[in-house]
């Protein structure tokens, strides 16, 4: 479904992703993983339009968008749910969700898709007429992916979304993604937490200083000693 061939990108002078190539299979999660400054951001933002490839090709289904301007993105079935969340903090849940089906197709679908986000994350029931701002830091981000899957993406991209969360909420945010997943949806996901990420996905790579430095099955990367030693921990 996703293919980056050879992608770079620079900030400037500074490189920033190196010749990355990676692949993403419809119905997949796959997750991207490496340490603070290797590219991940960049990475995520440039398959969503939001950071400009200088070299290499970005295509979905086949159609090469490398050069689509960033607004087109979300007419190629991408969505984002940004580091930091970025909500709309003084208004309502229910407006920030509303903004996420802002195009005509989705706009057609909000009640349903409204109806579905609620069903996976039933906190924000009660929260809908709340103040965004109002709410912890983990129905924030439950709020922000419900936003994306407003949008009806085939494809959602997650920047870092157990950042700055509790165990417990990192937890949950992680099961939705699982269900989100088995419900056809394809994901590809970059993530600090390791251990996690790994646990949730069908493939991974790492990411390290703007190149792709390792792939595979998480059982299979979880096996190196370098990636244990380096990434897991142990």
Not at 136 to 151: D, E
Request: one cysteine or more; charged letters at 25%; aromatic letters at 4%.
């Amino acid at each position: 479904m996703l293919e980056l061939r050879d992608i770079e990108v620079a900030y400037g002078a500074a490189p920033a992703l190196r010749g990355v190539t990676l692949d993403v299979r419809r119905g997949e999660l796959v997750c991207v993983v490496g340490p603070n400054g290797a590219g991940k951001t960049t990475l995520i933002n440039t398959v969503a339009g939001l950071c400009r490839a200088r070299a290499g090709r970005l295509a979905i289904d086949g159609r090469d968008i490398t050069a689509l301007a960033p607004h087109r993105f979300c007419d190629e079935g991408v969505a984002i749910v940004p580091e930091g969340r970025r909500l709309f903090t003084g208004m309502t849940v229910r407006e920030n969700l509303e903004l996420g089906s802002f195009r005509a197709e989705a706009k057609a679908h909000r009640r349903d898709s409204l109806d579905a986000s609620l069903a996976l994350f039933p906190a924000l029931t009660a929260k809908l007429e709340q103040p965004a701002g109002e709410l912890s830091g983990g129905q924030q981000q439950m709020v922000a992916i419900a936003r994306a899957l407003m949008a009806r993406p085939r494809l959602l991209l997650l920047d870092e979304p157990s950042l700055g969360l509790s165990p417990l909420v990192v937890n949950e945010v992680f099961s939705a993604l699982r269900r989100i997943n088995a419900d056809g949806m394809t994901l590809l996901l970059v993530e600090q937490n390791v251990a996690m990420a790994l646990d949730v996905s069908h493939r991974a790579y790492v990411l390290e200083e703007g190149a792709i430095v390792a792939e595979g099955e998480p059982e299979a990367l979880s096996a190196q000693p370098e990636i244990r030693r380096a990434y897991l921990g142990l």
